[in-house]
């Protein structure tokens, strides 16, 4: 059989297993289950093939999301010791936090040093980073309260001895957790808060020294970087194999039911990012008379390519080379858009918020006004410097939850559709760097676009 035809027995054999379902519902039909599971698992084999064919990670973390679901309905007993893939995933994840926070933090701070050269530009991107990124965090917040995608997630049925004890943090308890006392502790016990902050500080005292002491210091920091992006890339080879498990054990553990959870959060994320780019972004550049049907033409290869890979990061060459045939002087795009992409994370921040309290809404734990408003201000810190890597914000969300005392066990349930969130959310950090570079060009009279 010729490869081409993969995708088009594919499409038919889709339609097949679809109306064998619905007319099986319907009642129509009388088959035996193990018919319309080998209509099922074909089908699925099917998919495999051309997943094979693209050899795309993106793809391959769809197939497993199919396939885990299938396996956790049809061969529960198996699948409820599949966890075990998801939490192996995990633990990889969580020994990329520290080192590649201070990597990103220090050479995002210590790397534009000279605040002669940058002048008001330095400031007047960060304050709009930090009102932009806080106006994502309350929406993200606010479309979850509404939503309320995480409520009627039957707890009681994970097989995973119950719901943790969940101690109460007051406010003083959190700002002290936030400074660290032994920096070597708080990277090996994975403290993201104190590892935020002494990057930063870090990162400060690595500016004002002069050049021949802060470049070896900066080189090994943006080594550690980019040696931290390759160990994301390798550890995202086994993403399938944990959302696969994921999905799995979440299905065999809790039934079909728990989808719609998934699904309804899904919705929320979407249209959350949806309304910041009309209610926030829009009026921005209605504000400052940046032409919408330019910026948007110049935006669509980046956000495609952001897209498809779910990496900021992988936009960005294509993003810079975009904004400045738009009328972006180079000077600004170089500074605002690397500066952006660690401080300017407006998909991501949006995500976070809304993925905190959906944790805590499945866990059966209601959050107070005040408590989320500490998440907030905890995230406008953590959610920092993470962009360009895939699936980043699954470290954060996983760091956030710690921070908080919230189970785990929900992370688990989002992990199976974090990479349909991540294409979002990761296309809005796009659009968000790439409209932060245009406003920071205007402020300063250098924005020049061309003529339509």
Not at 8 to 29: E, N, P, S
Not at 246 to 253: C, E, L, Q, R
Not at 380 to 390: E, I
Request: charge should be neutral.
């Amino acid at each position: 059989m010729k490869s081409k035809w993969i995708p088009k027995l594919t499409v038919l054999m889709t339609v097949i297993t679809a109306l064998l379902h619905v007319l099986q519902y319907k009642g129509v039909l009388g088959l035996y289950e193990p018919v319309l599971m080998t209509s099922r698992w074909s089908l699925l084999v099917l998919i495999v093939l051309y997943g094979w064919q693209k050899k795309s990670l993106t793809t391959w973390i769809f197939i497993s999301m199919l396939l885990g679901i299938e396996l956790g309905y049809d061969f529960k007993e198996v699948a409820l010791h599949a966890n075990i893939l998801s939490k192996i995933f995990l633990k990889l994840i969580k020994t990329i936090i520290t080192p590649l926070l201070f990597g990103t933090l220090v050479v995002g701070i210590a790397g534009h040093s000279n605040m002669a050269q940058v002048g008001r530009m330095g400031w007047k991107s960060l304050v709009y980073f930090e009102i932009v990124t806080t106006i994502a965090l309350f929406v993200g917040l606010a479309a979850i309260n509404l939503s309320e995608a995480g409520v009627g997630v039957d707890a009681g049925l994970m097989s995973t001895g119950g719901i943790p004890t969940v101690a109460k943090q007051t406010a003083e308890e959190v700002i002290l957790h936030i400074f660290p006392e032994n920096f070597a502790k708080s990277f090996a016990e994975g403290q993201v808060l104190q590892v935020v902050v002494f990057s930063i500080l870090f990162g400060i005292a690595m500016a004002m020294l002069p050049e021949d002491k802060k470049r070896p210091m900066l080189e090994f920091s943006e080594s550690l970087s980019e040696v931290m992006f390759k160990f994301t890339g390798i550890v995202m080879y086994a993403a399938p194999f944990g959302v696969a498990g994921a999905i799995a054990y979440t299905v065999a553990s809790m039934g079909l039911g728990i989808l719609s959870n998934l699904f309804l959060l899904l919705a929320t994320l979407y249209l959350a990012l949806i309304a910041f780019v009309l209610l926030v972004l829009v009026p921005i550049m209605l504000l400052l008379k940046i032409p919408i049907r330019g910026f948007a033409k110049a935006v669509t290869d980046p956000v495609s390519l952001a897209f498809a890979t779910a990496s900021s990061e992988a936009a960005l060459p294509k993003a810079m080379e975009k904004m400045i045939a738009f009328g972006v002087p180079k000077k600004v795009v170089a500074f605002v858009m690397p500066t952006g992409y660690s401080f300017n994370l407006d998909g991501t921040t949006l995500y976070l918020s809304l993925a905190s309290v959906f944790v805590a809404q499945a866990a059966g734990i209601h959050l107070s006004i005040s408590q989320q408003l500490i998440m907030v201000f905890t995230l406008m810190l953590t959610s920092k410097g993470v962009a360009g890597v895939p699936r980043a914000s699954l470290v954060i969300l996983l760091a956030t939850v710690a921070s908080f005392n919230l189970p785990e066990w929900p992370v688990y349930i989002i992990l199976g559709i974090d990479t349909l969130m991540d294409m979002a959310r990761t296309s809005v950090n796009v659009i968000g760097n790439c409209l932060a570079s245009v406003v920071i060009a205007k402020w300063e009279g250098e924005f020049n676009p061309p003529q339509e």
